[in-house]
């Protein structure tokens, strides 16, 4: 369908602040073409994106963003157009969700030693089913009037500085990537340049993603620094790496606007082309 594509998104089923109806409905009068609604190790809100979706003339390609984990670094996965019936990606998002709720939990209590705050304020913040995250948690202590955004919330309180953080369980990459191709998907690596040079996923690591079936790199993305978009561009050559391009929309979670970064056509097309699980929602 003519018009930009954005192939990645978040609703109130993951951590953005909208429902996938009043996102759809954003795309549509953002003027895309194309929509990937990729929430966090959910497909939950597939169903109503297409509905909203059906007679606007938007594409809706319904995808995930996974959490996976190299060690200490949290490492995103996009994944699209892949068999959401697949059992063992519905067994692995259950248990991502399921350790996403306790760590949650974990964090809060630490901060309820410091803050006026307590589990019932993030349930407060979130859809019933909500994959959760420390958005809910941002948007917790905002409620309780601790601090004025979000992102503030992010660079203030939240900060791993402060100690509050921890991680939860996720797959490692390599894993990531063969689950998502088993069940006919097709797995691009998100924003893998926020901190620069030095961040970019070593190049063997990367290798065997590629072998994996990795697709491509997400690097036309804000919090890509320029530094780590040159060492991308350098690695997508070299492996051959398809180039994606999107806003990371949160609704009002986040500045990202829809569209503001964008993938070209016939990358589109050849992602398409490529997955097995599911066909692209025409609507
Ligand atoms: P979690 O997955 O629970 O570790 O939380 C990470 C998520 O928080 C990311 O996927 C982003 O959506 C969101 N996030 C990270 N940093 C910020 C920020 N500075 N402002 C708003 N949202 C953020
Ligand atoms: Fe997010
Ligand atoms: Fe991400
Ligand atoms: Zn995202």
């Given amino acids: 369908m003519a018009g930009p594509i954005d192939l990645h998104t978040h609703s109130s089923v993951s951590d953005g602040t909208e429902t996938p109806a009043q996102l759809i409905r954003a ?25 909203t979706a059906s007679g606007t003339g938007l594409t809706v390609i319904p995808g995930m963003e996974l959490s996976t984990r190299h060690g ?8 699209y157009l892949f068999d959401p019936t697949n059992a063992a990606l519905i067994a692995e998002t259950a248990r991502i969700r399921q350790a996403r709720l306790h ?8 901060l309820a030693a410091d803050y006026d705050i307590e589990w ?5 913040q979130t859809t019933e089913g909500a994959t959760v ?11 309780k009037g601790h601090v004025a955004t979000r992102s503030a919330a992010f660079a203030s309180i939240l900060h791993p500085r402060n100690g509050y953080f921890e991680p939860h369980y996720a797959p490692e990459p390599l894993a990531a ?24 996923i070593p190049a063997d690591k990367l290798k065997a993603l590629v072998d994996a079936g990795l697709f491509g790199l997400e690097i036309h993305h804000r919090e890509n620094t320029e530094s780590g978009r040159a060492r991308l561009v350098e690695l997508a050559e070299r492996y051959g790496l398809e180039v994606t391009g999107s806003s990371d929309y949160h609704g009002a979670g986040k500045p990202n606007r829809l569209a503001e970064n964008t993938t070209e056509p016939d990358v589109l097309e050849r992602l398409i082309a490529a997955a097995t699980g599911m066909t692209p929602f025409y609507g």
């Fill in 72 to 79: 200490w670094k949290s490492v995103h996965l996009l994944a």
């Fill in 177 to 200: 990537v063969k689950l998502v191709r088993a069940a006919g998907g097709i797995p691009v690596l998100a924003h893998p340049g926020t901190r620069g040079r030095d961040d970019v």
């Fill in 103 to 110: 760590r949650a939990e974990s964090i809060v209590q630490k």
């Fill in 133 to 143: 995250g420390r958005p809910h948690i941002a948007d917790a202590l905002v409620a």
């Fill in 120 to 124: 019932a304020d993030v349930v407060a």
């Fill in 27 to 51: 795309a549509v009068a953002a003027g895309l073409g194309t929509v990937g609604l990729t929430d966090h190790d959910s497909t939950a809100g597939w169903q109503e994106a297409f509905a």
